[in-house]
């Protein structure tokens, strides 16, 4: 079952050009010279402290960021592009960053990647540090962000591709998919099944947004077909061993089917129910997220949900690649988020 679309689910939107905040900006916001403020950025140590709360302030109220490539080191910035994921031990994320840098260096761009371990504190610091040095383009994961970094974002007038998930409020284009379609398909897909009771398991919902949404999807199209469906959690990350915990805690009071929040988590349910000579999918049956390596050659194969990760990574490098006329964010002739879709991949364990 394939949930894509190729034309995007909403109508174009515009973001409003914005003038670059300048160093002398901040000078008179603080009341300072702009020497003052030169030397804050250069060695705050010399400033005093009063003098120095007052720049960052307004440094921080403007969404003023420095450009370390002024002159003549801009066009060497112009050619590197900012890739921004939670995690590169996730492998979705680490495979959509692979084939990204492949298809943006046959553009002549190279790409500098960070990833934020799901702190959108550490994704403002990323997003900030990246600007400095005047990007092609910046590439987010989700298009969840705290205030500072839509902010600065939106001040930049630097191209912005937000990836892996589609809904929210994008800042110029989004390329993914809904993970909350992604929990509902695998709620009917237990529910095809004739299953009565159901669990999602999930590590960090807190932090990851779009496993949350996936836990959401599930519970409501379960609670819509009137099946006994609850949210189990912890806020360690996702692992084999996590999986194990989990699934434990869902042991306490058993269910008919569990739902994980990737197929990590998958394995370690699995490995504990074969250890507590539970049958699968006879006694429980099991579905995961991301159709990983493993997940296919898992005992029994395990039901999951595969991202179209390439896709994701060709559409974003089309969405910085394509040439500036078709990109220019004040009449955008082409919708602003990218539908790439998901793919539920039925198998043995459910």
């Known amino acids: 079952m394939d949930s894509g679309n190729s034309g995007g689910a909403r109508p174009p939107r515009t973001r409003r050009k914005m003038q670059r905040v300048t160093m002398s900006d901040v000078a008179k916001a603080a009341a300072v010279s702009p020497s003052t403020v030169s030397l804050f950025l250069r060695k705050p140590s010399a400033v005093s402290e009063r003098i120095a709360s007052r720049v960052q302030r307004s440094i921080d109220e403007l969404g003023y960021v420095p450009n370390y490539v002024a002159g003549g080191l801009a066009a060497a910035g112009s050619k590197v592009v900012s890739v921004i994921v939670p995690s590169l031990r996730n492998a979705f994320f680490s495979e959509t960053v692979a084939e990204l840098e492949r298809l943006l ?25 990246a600007l400095s040095w005047a990007p092609a383009a910046v590439v987010l994961t989700g298009c969840r962000h705290n205030a500072a970094t839509r902010k600065l974002l939106l001040r930049s007038n ?25 929990g509902r398909h695998i709620a009917r897909r237990f529910i095809d099944q004739g299953y009565e009771s159901a669990a999602f398991i999930g590590a960090r919902l807190d932090e990851d947004f779009r496993a949350a949404q996936r836990s959401e999807g599930f519970l409501a199209e379960m609670q819509e077909a009137g099946i006994t469906a609850r949210l189990v959690e912890n806020s360690a990350p996702a692992s084999t061993s996590n999986g194990v915990r989990l699934f434990e805690e869902v042991c306490m009071n058993p269910v008919r089917a569990i739902a994980c929040s990737n197929d990590t988590l ?81 198998r043995a364990s459910g």
């Open 105 to 129: 260096a046959r553009g002549g761009l190279q790409t500098l990647v960070g990833h934020t371990e799901y702190s959108l504190d550490q994704e403002e610091a990323l997003v900030r540090a």
């Open 158 to 182: 630097t191209p912005v591709v937000e990836m892996w998930e589609l809904g929210g409020q994008v800042i110029d284009q989004a390329v993914g998919f809904s993970h909350e379609q992604v």
């Open 266 to 346: 998958a394995l370690g349910v699995l490995f504990e129910a074969q250890r507590r000579d539970l049958s699968i999918p006879t006694e429980l049956a099991l579905a995961g997220f991301g159709d990983l390596d493993f997940a296919a050659q898992m005992v029994p194969p395990l039901t999951t949900v595969r991202p179209a990760a390439d896709k994701i990574a060709r559409k974003v490098a089309e969405c910085i690649l394509r040439p500036q006329a078709e990109t220019d964010r004040q009449n955008s002739p082409f919708p602003t988020e990218h539908d790439t879709g998901f793919t539920l991949v039925p």
